[in-house]
């Protein structure tokens, strides 16, 4: 049975949160973007992430939201929702309400005012005292929030909260960050589950450092569950043909603010959500923009195509 | 009449929120404070400020306190509610209820992402047409925000949406700010209202600038006020012998974090709040703090001794 | 013949300072550096850019530099050097020692205490008024800097600043920016050079879209210079294919800190500079990092060789 | 003897550099300002500090006015060169020079760059060895370079690195930083000198939580010195009288960038230094700041009278 807790693995996928086209939360398209992500072999799927534009949300949108995503995923996978928060009120209120509808954790980022060792351990503190018995997810995304975590802080968290069952990774660079945790663990550190963040720009080499999987978000699941599997069966090569076969696409929707644009664009040509409507001010691809990603699709297609050539010639 | 409008003026009291000891919403005691406030000569009430533990209340404890204050000021001056927010649908929301529960209008600071001219002039944009026909005030504070807006788009927002009647004036320096806005309104621009904040630390130069009063809170409102009366009736001396008797306290309270825990102590100790109380991570005064802001409450007293004795001798 | 002014087009390469052992700059060894460049193709040289680690040597070791690299270089092609500093009498006194020397321009990024649009233009004026003839690039760089600044802007400043002849761009998101700059020179506006930056990890794209070619860094400094001619040649599928190859390292590359270590690394294992040694406070590649690096330069040649055959099959 | 080391106490005032009108450095007033300085009693000086206007100096250009500083300072106190830089090769670079001029010691602030508490001590660590047996101030300033220092990582620098023999305090608030160091040398920590600075904006308190004086500038130095005094003679309430008549002016110049402004209009006016002129990008003074000023000069000579007239009643 998949879990949310320190060993889970897999790919735990960072939905987005359709809108319709006057930016109103579609609830309407919930099933289908729920079964798309399933049917890609997710173990898990994050809502309310910062992909998920989890800030342009109110209060009650944010609860109707994963009320309708937990009853559809109805226990398949686990769902983990991010509730961080300027305030623990804000923090509490959403958690309760996310456990209530079947959530299975929650993610926190630390706010952007934190900056010492000691503010970021007592930061932590204080969100276990206010989640309780609910397990979370740390992301560690310095380029978004500003703060820095340095490894072995992360450890002091990992080794004293016990609720603490899973980094999610996105540092930048991170590689050796995921080692000298590992590294930690193999002397006696409490095992957390690591999964790598960033929309999968380093998977291949995460796994290989020690990540059980990625939480982040990418218009092509499957792509990340692939390498994910492959990894796990040793075949490492063949995890880097996938990937590399993906990257320029990967590398694309990692640029900030156009990268949703782009993955919304995409989910939306898929036939996964009706609308790409971002809410502002996020903005729709331009035109260029599109025909750029276009462009990159059909080169994607191309590149998928030789590979299963090749690997017919061997 | 008092409203909250291009022509406000006087003392808009930046509110504080009571909590209990336990860290509650103090409900019981929001007469007492509004009763406060309104006893000193208050031109108008600004709830839910930064200084007001704003992002640390969940999205319905605000809208409670919000109808509580409301429900005590009755009318008797505006109140003015703050909204910022990450998003523009929780800002509508809180709006929304605010104005329904009887306030006059709302403030709103910009979000830490905006660098640009344009992107802030946009951001304000958005806030309007989000807030609808609501009078709002902006707040300009950088030192809080990180955001730098030059006066010559200050201009533009005041001249192009109607609905931004004040200036929360804190930037830092910020004195030919006021003298740069007047001078546009002289040539023809759109005249709004200015209030100046910053804790009231440049108080005489601010009116003296064309600033209409203050927008802040000070754990002794009535010389904020005092200050305003003395300055509107032509006497400058007499308003900056005032102030100087206060600027040492002012001064303390003026730290970032500690402040608020000054002001909170001062109100409890004046018997206006039931507990000193700051939800976290804010914290309390030390015993060294506390040592020390009574020695200033215990110096101003004396000097506002002398400031009589002189004025009786002269 | 090679000039670094408005027309400037092909790879500028963002050139490493060479140390040895003890972290000395290694003079003799800027011959060969400068050489290897040459001997790819580039267009022109920058040296004393960030990835130079420009602000780690002493005002008399850049003087040094700068005049080594001139000499050697002869006026094969334009020495661009950068200038930016604190303070406007550093770069000034650098400049002055720079053009004594040879070479034929700077380059010049923004203080990071820049916000607003016409603080920019401000310091662009400075800029040109210490520089007085000398032609400059601007670098608009945010990730590094934390100053953005907008399309319209950049416009302001070419238009004003005859000196101003190139634009190191290398915002991200950035592509719309070079559509916005070409847009605006179709209207009427004075044309500058537009070379791309960021390992030239949108290389294609930004080509695509009126990017004159690239100053940056990469370890193949032959693959940029490849792809700028393939373009030009109006072979974008070859571009782009080209570009694949290598887009696993050039991603690897672009990693903040390891990205300098792994340039200088396979720098130097390709016989190019004597050590790969970084000032303090970088560091050299850890022995993961190394395995990593290796892996990808093998995958990258076994891509390359199957990009050959497949244009024989064709 | 007044020396520059652990025990060091009293007003190492920070001088402001004096230009021509120009902008060129003025040589020929340094030695009117140095005289000024002693004759102030103060016991020591610390030149190209920020407010020195040190970024905005050329390498060559501070080294002359080290030299013609200590030239004239004589041995008469210690004189202090700040010599924070991007780089380590620049610090020795000026270091040397520095105390071959016969400096007693230098200052470095931390780079804007440093976040986690083990890349501030190893950044210091770094700092340490580069200044091999030259003993510096640390100015701890996170206002200036956005670095948070924790107490108790002061203390690892002051008890690891023997060279580092002075703070220079300027956090905000930092109160209960100064009685957190103190109770840690109670306990067996190395003592540091604690200087404080921010304008002396927090003298008297300061001095009580265990302060030894004040590192900074103010363009009255004798109202630093005599309240260092006062306190050391434990008058503290004579202390807290004659900095009270002096706050209206110490909060105007505490005011970012027009502060410089405001400490150089005064020390033109008290005929200290021939010109108030600032380097670019800073200005001078308005029309509107000078009489502001001007005013706050004629209310605290007021003042200053009053307080004497009190004394003698009493």
Known sequence: MLTFDETSSGVFIVSVTPFDERGALDLAGVDRLVDFYLSKGVAGITILGMMG??????????????EAVCARVGGAVPVVVGVSSPGFASMQELTEAAMGAGASGVMVAPPATLRTDSQIVDYF??????????????????LA???????????????????????KHEDWPGLDKITALRQAEAKGGRRISILVGNGGLFLPEELARGGDGAMTGFA??????????????????????????????VRYEQQP???????????????????????????????????????????????????VRIEELS
């Open 53 to 66: 534009e989890a800030p342009k949300l109110s209060a009650s949108e944010s609860r109707i939201f994963v």
């Open 145 to 167: 929030t500003g703060v820095q975590i340095a490894a072995p802080i992360l450890r002091t968290i990992a080794d004293e909260i016990p609720t603490c069952v899973m980094l």
């Open 220 to 249: 092509y699941p499957e792509m990340m569950v692939q390498v994910c599997r492959l990894h796990a069966m040793g075949d490492t090569d063949a995890a880097s043909d996938l990937f590399d076969a993906y990257l320029p696409l």
């Open 257 to 307: 603010g156009i990268g949703l644009a782009t993955r919304k664009h995409v989910l939306h040509a898929r036939g996964v959500i009706a609308s790409a409507r971002i809410r502002r001010p996020g903005r729709a691809l331009s035109g260029m923009e599109t025909a750029e990603v276009e462009r990159l699709i059909a080169r994607q297609a191309r590149r998928l195509d030789q590979l």
């Open 125 to 142: 503190r204080m969100t276990a005292e206010t989640l309780g018995p609910v397990p979370f997810a740390l992301q560690d995304f310095p």
